[in-house]
């Protein structure tokens, strides 16, 4: 079995946990920019986050044979501070150019605050003057719906922006259609607790189709689990699912998304 | 796959979660104190359970979400708590 992880954050894990990405057939991590579980006090904390991402962590992976890649910005849960936040935003232009950088994620809403919403449009502008690929996060539990469809506006509005190029993560069943229904690319989030179970998110493949649709872990400091993805095409094969459709789903989905990106290359 | 081999694949698990909820609403009974808008949430997502209806895991998950469409003034908060307080409450 081979797959991409397509959102992780590995800074927040173990070293383990590359060996076991590894050893499931892990072929590249994808890790977007996150919250550290506290607020940064600094653009500088931020700074070094960006070095940390594109420096440290693909040197990490690769002693394991795993192709790392980022996306950069301000998480949604500290754009309440919008002067904060322009500052931090000044500081990603230069790293864009960095190798393992994929686009501005993972940007998005948290409480769905007039803030946030001015912080996402100014990513969404970020993004589109430097004609990256987008990394949404959609927020979590009663706040998803409304925040998924506030963010599907923003993008809407700006007419620069290609749906094809958006890919909004953590949907559940009550936000994918509208996601794919606008043409963008709907990420499903495999946790113990919130958002999806492997069982949910095959269900969600079995009515919405397997197009423009791909699975993570977004592992991080939390209760979540890195071989999620793996774990959930063990569940597929036991719902009946062949070898190729499990393929198409975790390997030829995101590397379908992401290669748009000309950075993003696998080791042959 | 057939009803029966889902019925064979999930059942067992089905049963598991509906006994562990319906231990928490008796844990919930014995513990003293008042409700709050969780458990009149969850009480009003079960009733979206009972019928024939399809789509139950995106009513429960709608039942349970914000339904106001203009943003907040601003995050007082960084967590979610897996139900709408209402607008009274400053969610919405």
């Given at each position: 079995m081979r797959y991409i992880?397509?959102?992780?954050?590995?800074?927040?894990?173990?070293t383990d946990d590359y060996v076991h990405l590894a050893t499931a057939g892990c072929q590249a991590v994808c890790e977007p920019a996150f919250w550290a579980g506290f607020d940064r006090s600094s653009p500088a904390g931020f700074f070094d986050y960006f070095r940390q991402l594109t420096e440290h962590e693909p040197k990490r992976a690769a002693k394991y044979g795993l192709a790392h890649f980022c996306w950069l910005c301000l998480n949604p849960k500290e754009s309440e501070d919008v002067k904060l936040a322009e500052e931090v935003l000044a500081l990603i232009p230069p790293f864009?150019?960095?190798?393992?950088v994929l686009g501005i994620g993972e940007i998005g809403l948290n409480k769905n605050s007039r803030n946030e919403l001015k912080v996402l449009e100014r990513h969404v502008d970020l993004a589109a003057r430097h004609d990256q690929l987008i990394l949404v996060h959609t927020p979590h539990l009663e706040d998803k719906l409304k925040g998924t469809r506030l963010t599907l506006d923003v993008l809407r509005a700006d007419?620069?922006?290609?749906?094809?190029?958006v890919i909004i993560d953590h949907v559940e069943e009550h936000t994918v259609k509208l996601v794919l229904d606008r043409g963008h690319w709907a990420g499903l989030t495999l946790y113990p607790v919130s958002k999806c179970t492997p069982a949910r998110a095959i269900d969600i493949l079995d009515v919405?189709?397997?197009?423009?649709l791909w699975m993570n872990?977004?592992?991080?400091?939390?209760?979540?689990?890195?071989?999620a993805v793996p774990h959930t095409a063990l569940e597929m094969r036991r719902r009946g699912w062949t070898p190729e459709q499990i393929d198409q789903v975790i390997f030829q989905n995101p590397l379908q998304f992401l290669r748009q990106c000309p950075k993003f290359k696998l080791a042959s | 796959m057939t009803r029966e081999q889902i019925l064979d694949l999930y059942f067992l698990e089905a049963r598991g979660k509906l006994i562990e909820l319906a231990a928490f609403l008796d844990r919930v009974d014995r513990a003293p104190g008042r409700d709050d808008f969780r458990l009149t949430a969850l009480r009003d997502a079960l009733r979206?359970?009972?019928?024939?209806?399809?789509?139950r895991a995106k009513n429960v998950l709608t039942a349970f979400?914000?339904?106001?469409?203009e943003p907040i003034?601003?995050?007082?908060?960084?967590?979610?708590?897996?139900a709408w307080p209402g607008a009274a409450a400053g969610g919405g």
């Open positions: 992880e397509p959102h992780a954050h590995m800074v927040s894990r173990v864009l150019a960095r190798p393992g007419a620069r922006i290609r749906p094809e190029r919405c189709g397997p197009e423009r872990s977004a592992c991080d400091w939390g209760e979540s689990l890195p071989l | 979206l359970l009972g019928g024939n209806q399809p789509d979400s914000d339904p106001t469409a003034p601003a995050a007082t908060t960084k967590s979610a708590c897996g």
